[in-house]
Every structure is written in structure tokens, then in C-alpha cells.
């Protein structure tokens, strides 16, 4: 059980270095203009995910703002939509509009990204139970 659950980590975080690596080549191909409490955090941000370091803890607060800049950002083009595209799938929408096809998008990269770093803690904290057991047998 526990090499099934390393095999499964090790390609969570080959995915999550993948995805962290396309949620900042997005991010900077859509051009979003960061808000001040983003600003100072992004940069550090985008490099780390660039450079294949998806998993640092102290992103969860840039993560989070950026989460929060793709909502403003479509709900501008489009009122609430934002807020939709971040509590459902949104891949089967179609949207001719190509600033707000590719804002959805980056909701959807970044629900992905999100989504496989929590899944990584998951196993993470699987692993550390799984030598708890086996100490105390």
C-alpha cells in the first residue's frame, strides 16, 4: 500500500509541476493587473512555478489573491461569472469571447493546480499516518 501511495505522489507533483508551470505561463499571457496586495507576492510567485517549485507553503496567500483576481477579472466581462467559474467546471462552456475564454481557462488551471496541491497533502498526510501504524505494530 504505502509503494501505491508513493507511486501516487510522485506523479502528483510531477503533474502539480506541470500545472503550476502552465498557471503562470498563463497568468502572464493574459496580462491580469495584479491588485496591491498581489503585486509584492507575485513575482516571487510566478518564478517559483516557473522554476518547478509548485509546492511552497508560503504561495497559499499569493494563491489565493490570484484566485481572487480571476474572479474580478471575469466578472468584469462578465457580471457573476467569475464567482460561477470558480465553484463549477466550466470547460463545457462555449465562450466566443477571447478575453473571457481565456480568463475561464485560467479559472479552470488554477482550480487544477489548487486541486493537486491539496490532493499532494492528502497523500502526504496518508504516509505519515501509514508509518504511525507501522511504528506501533
Given at each position: 500500500?504505502?509503494?501505491?501511495?508513493?507511486?501516487?505522489?510522485?506523479?502528483?507533483?510531477?503533474?502539480?509541476?506541470?500545472?503550476?508551470?502552465?498557471?503562470?505561463?498563463?497568468?502572464?499571457?493574459?496580462?491580469?493587473?495584479?491588485?496591491?496586495?498581489?503585486?509584492?507576492?507575485?513575482?516571487?510567485?510566478?518564478?517559483?512555478?516557473?522554476?518547478?517549485?509548485?509546492?511552497?507553503?508560503?504561495?497559499?496567500?499569493?494563491?489565493?489573491?490570484?484566485?481572487?483576481?480571476?474572479?474580478?477579472?471575469?466578472?468584469?466581462?462578465?457580471?457573476?461569472?467569475?464567482?460561477?467559474?470558480?465553484?463549477?467546471?466550466?470547460?463545457?462552456h462555449?465562450i466566443?469571447d477571447?478575453?473571457?475564454?481565456?480568463?475561464?481557462?485560467?479559472?479552470?488551471?488554477?482550480?487544477?493546480?489548487?486541486?493537486?496541491?491539496?490532493h499532494?497533502?492528502?497523500?502526504?498526510?496518508?504516509?505519515?499516518?501509514?508509518?504511525?501504524?507501522?511504528?506501533?505494530a
Amino acid at each position: 500500500m504505502a509503494q501505491d501511495i508513493n507511486g501516487q505522489l510522485e506523479q502528483a507533483v510531477l503533474s502539480s509541476i506541470k500545472q503550476g508551470r502552465w498557471l503562470a505561463e498563463e497568468w502572464e499571457e493574459i496580462g491580469i493587473y495584479p491588485g496591491k496586495r498581489l503585486q509584492a507576492l507575485l513575482p516571487q510567485l510566478l518564478q517559483r512555478l516557473k522554476d518547478g517549485e509548485p509546492l511552497a507553503v508560503n504561495d497559499e496567500d499569493a494563491l489565493d489573491l490570484m484566485a481572487e483576481e480571476i474572479v474580478d477579472a471575469l466578472n468584469e466581462l462578465k457580471p457573476k461569472y467569475g464567482d460561477l467559474a470558480m465553484r463549477i467546471d466550466t470547460s463545457e462552456h462555449l465562450i466566443f469571447d477571447q478575453p473571457r475564454e481565456q480568463l475561464r481557462r485560467l479559472a479552470e488551471r488554477w482550480k487544477s493546480f489548487q486541486g493537486l496541491r491539496r490532493h499532494i497533502r492528502d497523500l502526504q498526510a496518508a504516509i505519515r499516518q501509514l508509518k504511525l501504524v507501522h511504528r506501533r505494530a
